[in-house]
């Protein structure tokens, strides 16, 4: 499991809807992966901010749609947590804080 319950990320909670610069797009979802990196990368949107989306999606929609047997919520958030730390200004994307 990624990093330390207590320099744990604050807990998501989702912002008002906003028009996304990614054309007529406002849903994070609608967004292909390659878009959402942009994003990320423009601090448009941040690593737990779209977790908690997808997980918030998959809770309310998981029933009806029957995607996914086992949801591992805790461990998404701690992963988003740890790219958010990583994406800090004065990091190299990709470079490891163990030596």
């Not at 499991?1 to 849903?27: D, E, I, N």
Request: aromatic share 6%.
């Amino acid at each position: 499991m990624a990093g330390s319950r207590g320099s744990r990320c604050p807990p998501w909670t989702p912002r008002a809807v906003r028009k996304l610069r990614f054309g007529s797009v406002t849903q994070i979802h609608d967004l292909t992966v390659l878009e959402l990196a942009a994003a990320v990368r423009g601090r448009e949107l941040s690593p737990t901010e779209i977790t908690g989306h997808y997980l918030d999606r998959i809770e309310r929609l998981n029933a009806e749609v029957g995607a996914f047997y086992t949801v591992t919520a805790d461990l998404a958030r701690d992963q988003a947590c740890q790219a958010e730390k990583a994406r800090r200004p004065g990091r190299r994307p990709g470079a490891s804080s163990r030596r």
